[in-house]
């Protein structure tokens, strides 16, 4: 009985939250007064979500469930949503209060990746967790454009190297956002020591610099490639330059 009744106040406060169209009518009073840690966890993440797209009066209810129910994953994230400089300042302090980089922590963070500094992005990229390298490169999206190519490649040391092609992958679109001869060799290096699917997405990324740089590599490329599947997509990636 109690079951079905917990489930019939969670459906109720789903309509609500979901009929509300704008999430700037809903209000953050509300939303934090029917809070509970024994809720589902994805209607605790969709509350807090709502507070989090709230901004800074969000954040103020925000404030109050932490110090009410403690760091909850959930709280963590709607943290990142709100893109308020006190709530960048507690992630902060979770992050370095904790022994081990969290994943959650880092992902609410990722937009504020310019203020992290140099070497604490090496320690994250060098973890083996592929969820923490992850976010790890989402946060560096927004840091690089502080960083030049030469130090960018150095912290992509590890993650261009990672057996995981999610990993890879991630790095190399990173790169392509540069146009630099350094960066283009780089994206060449991977071209020759990957597979497939990684040598394919560092071929496009080349085609996509589409510089005096990128044709330079990609006509070498293709031809000091051997016949095959790679040789391929460097000639097609070299042809579009031409168009």
Same mark, same amino acid.
């Given at each position: 009985?109690?079951?079905?009744?917990?489930?019939?106040?969670e459906?109720v406060?789903?309509e609500?939250?979901?009929?509300?169209?704008k999430?700037?009518?809903?209000?953050?009073s509300?939303l934090?007064g029917?809070?509970?840690?024994?809720l589902? !966890?994805d +209607?605790?993440?969709? @509350? $807090?979500e709502?507070?989090?797209?709230?901004g800074? &009066?969000?954040w103020?209810y925000?404030? #109050?469930?932490?110090?009410q129910?403690g760091?909850?994953p959930?709280?963590?994230?709607?943290s990142?949503?709100c893109?308020q400089?006190?709530?960048?300042?507690w992630?902060?302090?979770?992050?370095?209060?904790?022994s081990?980089?969290q994943v959650e922590?880092?992902?609410?963070?990722?937009?504020?990746?310019g203020?992290?500094?140099?070497q604490l992005?090496?320690?994250i990229l060098?973890?083996e967790s592929q969820a923490?390298?992850l976010a790890?490169l989402e946060?560096?999206?927004?840091?690089?454009h502080?960083i030049?190519?030469?130090?960018?490649? !150095?912290i +992509?040391?590890e993650? @261009? $190297?990672d057996f995981?092609?999610?990993?890879?992958? &991630?790095a190399i679109?990173?790169l392509q #956002?540069?146009?630099?001869?350094m960066v283009?060799?780089e994206?060449?290096?991977?071209v020759k020591?990957?597979h497939?699917?990684t040598s394919?997405?560092a071929?496009?990324?080349l085609g996509?610099i589409?510089?005096t740089?990128s044709?330079?590599v990609l006509?070498?490329?293709?031809?000091s490639l051997?016949n095959g599947q790679k040789?391929?997509m460097?000639?097609?990636?070299?042809?579009q330059?031409?168009?």
């Amino acid at each position: 009985m109690i079951k079905n009744s917990l489930i019939c106040k969670e459906e109720v406060l789903r309509e609500k939250i979901f009929l509300t169209r704008k999430s700037s009518s809903l209000d953050p009073s509300w939303l934090a007064g029917v809070y509970s840690t024994s809720l589902t !966890e994805d +209607l605790r993440y969709l @509350i $807090s979500e709502r507070l989090g797209w709230l901004g800074a &009066k969000g954040w103020q209810y925000l404030k #109050r469930l932490i110090d009410q129910e403690g760091v909850q994953p959930e709280f963590i994230y709607a943290s990142g949503l709100c893109y308020q400089s006190e709530a960048k300042d507690w992630l902060f302090s979770q992050l370095h209060c904790k022994s081990k980089f969290q994943v959650e922590i880092l992902q609410a963070l990722s937009c504020w990746g310019g203020r992290f500094s140099i070497q604490l992005l090496k320690n994250i990229l060098s973890e083996e967790s592929q969820a923490i390298r992850l976010a790890g490169l989402e946060i560096l999206k927004f840091k690089a454009h502080q960083i030049n190519d030469e130090l960018l490649i !150095e912290i +992509l040391k590890e993650p @261009i $190297s990672d057996f995981r092609e999610a990993v890879v992958l &991630k790095a190399i679109h990173i790169l392509q #956002r540069r146009d630099g001869l350094m960066v283009c060799n780089e994206l060449a290096k991977i071209v020759k020591h990957s597979h497939e699917t990684t040598s394919d997405a560092a071929l496009i990324a080349l085609g996509s610099i589409a510089n005096t740089n990128s044709i330079k590599v990609l006509l070498r490329l293709s031809q000091s490639l051997e016949n095959g599947q790679k040789k391929e997509m460097a000639i097609k990636q070299l042809s579009q330059q031409y168009r």
